[in-house]
């Protein structure tokens, strides 16, 4: 059996579970996701605890067990506490700023590079300008999204400038001043 796939999910209050065949709708306090299983997974709910179970012990069904089990458990948390990734921005005169709800990063290029937020996602500037946080109920999205703002200017190994997720380490690099 998969160690993930058979933990069961507890569905918290305040949390509704829709199950229309393959298809799974969620709702909570923070909003609604609607997700589409593969058909030969089963899903269950039972007095307030989703389970997934699966017909067989294929290859292909045991992968999709543990991967279903997660995107359910992801689905249920997303909609009571939601996600959030937070960026750090690295280097003299980088800065983030909030117009509206878009986001204004100055990373130095000869342009500012402007983030507006898809629906579901929201940005916050904190930090005095250093630090950005990506929230949302979708954990998928919420990754993604933080990775497009990363990809803008990637931390780079010589002066560690550019933009990190919060708590990554950037391996050095000494320079040309090294070789001696």
């Given at each position: 059996?998969?160690?993930i796939?058979k933990a069961?999910?507890r569905?918290p209050?305040g949390?509704?579970v829709?199950l229309?065949?393959?298809?799974?709708?969620?709702?909570?306090?923070?909003?609604?996701l609607?997700?589409v299983?593969?058909p030969?997974?089963?899903?269950?709910?039972n007095?307030?605890?989703l389970t997934?179970?699966?017909?067989t012990?294929?290859?292909?069904?045991?992968?999709?067990?543990g991967?279903?089990r997660a995107?359910?458990?992801?689905m249920?948390?997303g909609?009571s506490?939601g996600?959030?990734?937070?960026?750090?921005i690295?280097?003299?005169?980088y800065r983030?700023?909030?117009d509206?709800k878009?986001l204004?990063?100055?990373?130095?290029?000869?342009?500012p590079v402007?983030f507006?937020?898809?629906?579901?996602?929201?940005f916050a500037v904190?930090d005095?300008?250093?630090?950005v946080?990506?929230?949302?109920?979708?954990?998928?999205l919420?990754?993604?999204?933080a990775?497009?703002?990363?990809k803008?200017r990637?931390p780079?190994p010589y002066?560690?400038?550019?933009i990190?997720?919060a708590?990554?380490?950037?391996?050095?690099k000494?320079?040309?001043?090294g070789k001696v």
């Amino acid at each position: 059996m998969s160690r993930i796939g058979k933990a069961p999910i507890r569905v918290p209050n305040g949390v509704k579970v829709e199950l229309k065949g393959s298809t799974v709708v969620v709702s909570g306090p923070k909003g609604t996701l609607t997700q589409v299983f593969h058909p030969d997974m089963v899903i269950e709910l039972n007095e307030g605890v989703l389970t997934v179970q699966r017909p067989t012990d294929s290859r292909q069904h045991r992968s999709l067990h543990g991967l279903t089990r997660a995107l359910l458990n992801n689905m249920v948390l997303g909609v009571s506490e939601g996600f959030s990734k937070t960026l750090e921005i690295e280097g003299v005169g980088y800065r983030a700023e909030m117009d509206g709800k878009t986001l204004v990063l100055n990373v130095g290029y000869s342009h500012p590079v402007r983030f507006d937020p898809p629906e579901g996602i929201q940005f916050a500037v904190e930090d005095r300008n250093k630090k950005v946080i990506v929230s949302g109920i979708d954990k998928q999205l919420v990754g993604e999204i933080a990775a497009k703002i990363r990809k803008t200017r990637p931390p780079e190994p010589y002066k560690g400038k550019g933009i990190r997720y919060a708590g990554e380490v950037i391996r050095r690099k000494a320079g040309k001043a090294g070789k001696v």
